[in-house]
């Protein structure tokens, strides 16, 4: 967990000019274009890592942005065919637009599925803030109804929630990707207690396990990693039933440790040309930004600066 100093650091990002925040972002990002994305995810893959590619964009104001977040997200799924690629896409139904217009995400979503359907590929739901949760689940059962089964959605632990949506969802036996949950939200619905945030996602974990379900688990501490290993374990879950799944740019050690033990290990693999939003996101996370920043805004007063 972040320290106060950090945080405090971290809260004041938004001051922080954007040239220098792109240049610690670039660790979290592929890059601008779809090129740099699918380099990104072959240099991966060479490793034996898989990704998941999110195309930036999630606040949308008007309807030709999810438009062309959707016409985005055809190209992703045309490229990863084309170029061979083991990765699968992660949409937001925020940047098909479901908050401007419900009708014209579901039409952005469903081109989406098509292309995806076309080529075999996994489409992961994001999850975002509490205000889009219930329309997230209410769609993924829609989806899964319909008999989709190349879908799959989050569940995030430090909501007081998880545990009732995860048994309101086993007996569709889904596909989940497990986090902790990275939007601020109010201690009513979510817990702030770190060791309730990890104590209700090895639960979330367990529970998925037993409901049939193939859980991705996506986390860096080292900790709730050994927790659900140990679960894993105890379960005697094949390496086929569960994955584990990280960020780009994130705790790179640990990921290589995973991938040689064996593990399925899958990375996130941000690209596109609004990328401020997700950066600051990262850059609040990261335990050691308040050194970073202070170091970059030094540089720019002490020539020679290292
Ligand atoms: C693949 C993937 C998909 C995700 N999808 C969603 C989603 O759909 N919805 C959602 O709400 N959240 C999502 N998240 C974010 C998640 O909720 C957490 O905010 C994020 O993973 C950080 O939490 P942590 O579990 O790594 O634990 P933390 O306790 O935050 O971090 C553990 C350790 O990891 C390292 N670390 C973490 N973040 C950084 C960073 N940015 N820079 C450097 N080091 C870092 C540090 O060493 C830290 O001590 C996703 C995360 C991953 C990995």
């Known amino acids: 967990m972040i320290r106060a100093f950090d945080r405090a650091v971290a809260a004041t990002l938004p001051l922080v000019p954007r040239p220098v925040v792109r240049r610690f972002a670039d660790r979290y990002m592929a890059g601008e274009t779809l090129e740099q994305a699918v380099a990104t995810v072959r240099r991966l893959n060479d490793r034996g890592v898989m990704a998941t590619i999110d195309v930036l964009g999630e606040f949308i104001r008007a309807p030709e942005e999810a438009a062309a977040t959707a016409t985005a997200y055809e190209q992703v799924l045309d490229a990863i065919a084309a170029e061979r690629l083991d990765a699968t896409i992660s949409i937001k139904l925020s940047g098909l637009g479901i908050e401007l217009d419900p009708t014209l995400a579901d039409e952005m979503l469903a081109r989406v599925l098509a292309a995806a359907g076309r080529h075999g590929i996994f489409v992961r739901i994001d999850m975002e803030h509490s205000g889009l949760t219930d329309r997230t689940l209410?769609?993924?059962?829609?989806?899964?109804?319909?008999?989709?089964?190349?879908?799959?959605?989050?569940?995030?632990?430090?909501?007081?929630?998880?545990?009732?949506?995860v048994e309101a969802l086993a007996d569709l036996?889904?596909?989940?990707r497990?986090?902790?949950?990275?939007?601020?939200?109010?201690?009513?619905?979510a817990y702030r207690d770190p060791a309730a945030i990890n104590g209700n996602f090895v639960r979330a974990v367990d529970r998925l396990f037993a409901a049939g379900s193939y859980v991705a688990i996506a986390t860096h501490d080292r900790a709730l990693i050994a927790e659900t290993l140990a679960l894993i374990e105890r379960r005697v879950v094949g390496h086929e039933g569960y994955e584990f799944q990280m960020l780009l740019g994130v705790a790179e050690d640990v990921r290589h440790r995973l991938v040689a033990a064996g593990h399925r290990v899958r990375v996130y693999?941000?690209?596109g040309r609004a990328w401020y939003a997700y950066s600051v996101r990262r850059l609040k996370e990261n335990p050691s930004i308040a050194g970073y920043v202070a170091r970059d805004v030094m540089r720019s007063f002490v020539p020679g600066l290292r």
């Open 269 to 271: 693999v941000p690209f």
């Open 178 to 189: 497990v986090v902790k949950g990275i939007y601020i939200e109010p201690e009513e619905i």
């Open 173 to 176: 036996a889904p596909n989940v």
């Open 138 to 165: 209410q769609v993924y059962r829609r989806l899964r109804e319909e008999g989709r089964d190349g879908v799959g959605i989050v569940l995030q632990s430090y909501m007081r929630r998880t545990m009732d949506d």
